[in-house]
Structures are given as structure tokens and as C-alpha cells.
């Protein structure tokens, strides 16, 4: 995964899992690979991330892997750059089929489940972890009480627009108004 050899990795090679019930898993990640992924995914830190489940024969060589993603990281606030911790908890799910072609064509429907995936000859549950928890990070954290403001630029000599100039309506409200005032002083 892009150069960040400390990734947490684990590979099962699905033709020695036994096709006749599930294999558990769980793994807990080091300080070094719970590193490695904060970089890998340019967040300031990932201070716990756990991924366990099982991987469960479905039919003639499909499999499902479920399992549970406990993570906390922290991001920058978008608004102040401050430091925002996050707690996940996300159930995954996967389905690994032996049939699975990807659609071909300019145009081609998505699959109803967005879960299935071809078969791999071996399957890095570290990799699924590390794509679970980008998935799952919140996309525009924010710290508590940060307020994103409005910024207003313009070339010199030019008035900068405001949202309110932006709305068409807008000034109608303030001439209702007076006009309302204007009756009501000549009444």
C-alpha cells in the first residue's frame, strides 16, 4: 500500500480456509502500524483501531467476511486546523465471489450489492481494515463551537458578493418592509 511498509497486514489464503464453517479473526494493530496508517491516510493520528470478524464459505467457492472496525482517530478541524478525535465503530461487510465479472460498457448499471467483489486467490484483512477506516472517517471534522465564516474576495475597486447578494428574492423582503412602514405612517 503506497509505500508505508509498517501497515498492519495479515494474508489468508482462501483455498486453505476450510469450506465448511467460518474462520474467525482479530486484529489488533502496534504503534508503528497505527502510524503508518495515520500517514497513509494524512490524518494527524490513530490512537486505537481493532478489526475482527469472520470470513464464512457462501455456496460453491464465494465467501462473506463480516466483522466489527473499532477506531479512534484524530483530524484536523476543518474550520481551525484543531485537533478533532473520533471514535468508529463500523460493521463491514464483504462478499467474495468466484462468478464476479466488473460491468463493461460506457454506460454500465452498479451491482444492487455494492459489497461483492471478484475472489482473491489471498485476501489482506489489513488492507480491508486500513479501506474500512478511510471509508469511514469523518469527511469534514469539526472541532466543537468552530465556525467555518465567510470569506469575501474581489478584484480591487470591486465590491465582493455576499451570499445574500447571491439570493434573487433577497431585497424584495426590505422593500416590502418599507412599503408596509410608508402605509402605516400615512394611516
Known amino acids: 500500500m503506497n509505500g508505508h511498509s509498517d501497515l498492519p497486514t495479515k494474508i ?3 483455498a486453505d480456509l476450510t ?8 486484529l489488533t494493530t502496534t ?6 496508517v495515520a500517514a497513509h491516510l494524512d490524518i494527524l493520528g490513530v490512537k486505537k483501531l481493532t478489526f475482527a470478524g469472520e470470513i464464512t464459505p457462501q ?24 485537533p478533532v ?28 450489492d455494492d459489497a461483492v467483489e471478484p ?10 481494515m486500513v479501506e474500512a477506516l478511510s471509508l469511514g472517517l469523518p469527511p469534514f471534522p469539526r472541532a466543537d ?10 478584484a480591487e475597486g470591486v465590491t465582493p458578493m455576499t451570499d445574500d447578494d447571491a439570493k434573487p428574492f433577497a431585497g424584495l423582503g426590505a422593500l416590502r418592509d ?10
Open 59 to 82: 455456496g460453491r467457492g464465494d465467501w462473506q467476511l463480516t466483522g466489527v472496525l473499532g477506531a479512534t482517530v484524530v483530524q484536523a478541524c476543518v474550520a481551525t486546523l484543531a
Open 19 to 26: 469450506n465448511r464453517h467460518a474462520t474467525t479473526f482479530a
Open 145 to 154: 463551537g468552530a465556525e467555518l465564516g465567510q470569506v469575501l474576495a474581489a
Open 85 to 112: 478525535t473520533t471514535r468508529l465503530d463500523e460493521d463491514i461487510r464483504r462478499v467474495y465471489a468466484r462468478d464476479f465479472t466488473y460491468p463493461e460498457g460506457a454506460e454500465a448499471e452498479m451491482p444492487e
Open 119 to 128: 475472489l482473491p486467490q489471498t485476501l489482506d484483512l489489513g488492507a480491508v
Open 31 to 36: 504503534q508503528a502500524e497505527r502510524d503508518a
Open 178 to 187: 418599507k412599503l408596509s412602514k410608508d402605509d402605516a405612517d400615512e394611516a
Open 12 to 14: 489468508l489464503r482462501l
